[in-house]
């Protein structure tokens, strides 16, 4: 993705900010654009506030001036503003590639909208193509793994399942303490159901499956940004 794209996307979403906002603010190359842009306006006057999804973005928006919280002073927020893996066309979405989607979970879910940033290459028919990472627990690593492998194999979804490393060459530990699997399974033609399933799973603290959390996604391309978002209750009625 380039980086125009991903700066048209984060401008797209910056048009919803408005003085007052409580926002979530996402993790990511994509949302540090939009950590960057916002910064620009609050030091021209934009009154908000926000819950970064990670240490890597409360790092960003503290050197860059942007006000921030916690969820515990603040436990509702009006938007969050993130990047994704993977999204389609129901806005069910992929994320954790930047390990921190248990918190950026957390905050999408305290929030009354989620809107999502990303290039056009990472809109897909069916999710799947991006591993999808799991978040689990150290203790009993290996048979949480081997419980994510049973539900694999329950939805006849086939590829490795691999615990992420880290640089240092040890397993990469995300904010929260915890490890990463990335599963390799390809297409998910049900999503709403393998996330059902993988939560069950005592040692799975989250799954990147996002479902019903976005309610629009600013996605760019060649020929501009476009809005996709869901049908509210009153248009599919
Ligand atoms: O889910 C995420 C981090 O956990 C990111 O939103 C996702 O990885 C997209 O990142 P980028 O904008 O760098 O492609």
Same mark, same amino acid.
């Given at each position: 993705?380039?980086?125009?794209?991903?700066?048209?996307?984060?401008?797209?979403?910056?048009?919803?900010?408005?003085?007052?906002?409580?926002?979530?603010?996402?993790?990511?190359?994509? $949302?540090?654009?939009?950590?960057? #842009? &916002?910064?620009?306006?609050?030091?021209?006057?934009?009154?908000?506030?926000?819950?970064?999804?990670?240490?890597?973005?409360? $790092?960003?928006?503290?050197?860059?001036?942007?006000?921030?919280?916690?969820?515990?002073?603040?436990?509702?927020?009006?938007?969050?503003?993130?990047?994704?893996?993977?999204?389609?066309?129901?806005?069910?979405?992929?994320?954790?590639?930047?390990?921190?989607?248990?918190?950026?979970?957390?905050?999408?879910? $305290?929030?009354?909208?989620?809107?999502?940033?990303?290039?056009?290459?990472?809109?897909?028919?069916?999710?799947?193509?991006?591993?999808?990472?799991?978040?689990?627990?150290?203790?009993?690593?290996?048979?949480?793994?081997?419980?994510?492998?049973?539900?694999?194999?329950?939805?006849?979804?086939?590829?490795?399942?691999?615990?992420?490393?880290?640089?240092?060459?040890?397993?990469?530990?995300?904010?929260?303490?915890?490890?990463? &699997?990335? #599963?390799?399974?390809?297409?998910?033609?049900?999503?709403?159901?393998?996330?059902?399933?993988?939560?069950?799973?005592?040692?799975?603290?989250?799954?990147?499956?996002?479902?019903? &959390?976005?309610?629009?996604?600013?996605? $760019?391309?060649?020929?501009?940004?476009?809005?996709?978002?869901?049908?509210?209750?009153?248009?599919?009625?």
């Amino acid at each position: 993705m380039s980086d125009e794209l991903k700066r048209a996307s984060a401008m797209a979403a910056l048009e919803e900010v408005r003085s007052g906002m409580r926002l979530g603010i996402g993790t990511g190359s994509t $949302a540090e654009f939009f950590v960057r #842009a &916002l910064a620009e306006k609050v030091a021209g006057g934009l009154d908000i506030i926000g819950v970064p999804t990670s240490e890597r973005t409360a $790092a960003l928006a503290r050197e860059l001036g942007v006000p921030l919280t916690t969820l515990d002073e603040t436990p509702e927020l009006d938007l969050t503003v993130d990047g994704a893996d993977e999204l389609d066309a129901r806005l069910q979405l992929i994320k954790g590639g930047g390990a921190a989607l248990l918190r950026e979970k957390i905050v999408a879910a $305290a929030s009354r909208r989620m809107v999502v940033i990303a290039d056009d290459s990472k809109l897909v028919e069916t999710l799947g193509r991006f591993p999808l990472p799991i978040e689990v627990m150290p203790f009993g690593l290996e048979a949480t793994r081997r419980a994510v492998v049973k539900v694999a194999d329950a939805l006849s979804l086939k590829g490795e399942v691999v615990l992420r490393m880290a640089a240092d060459g040890s397993p990469l530990v995300t904010d929260g303490g915890h490890y990463i &699997l990335d #599963a390799h399974w390809g297409r998910l033609p049900d999503a709403s159901g393998l996330a059902d399933r993988l939560a069950a799973i005592p040692g799975v603290v989250e799954h990147g499956l996002f479902i019903g &959390l976005a309610k629009a996604a600013y996605v $760019a391309g060649p020929s501009g940004v476009r809005q996709i978002a869901v049908a509210t209750a009153d248009e599919t009625n």
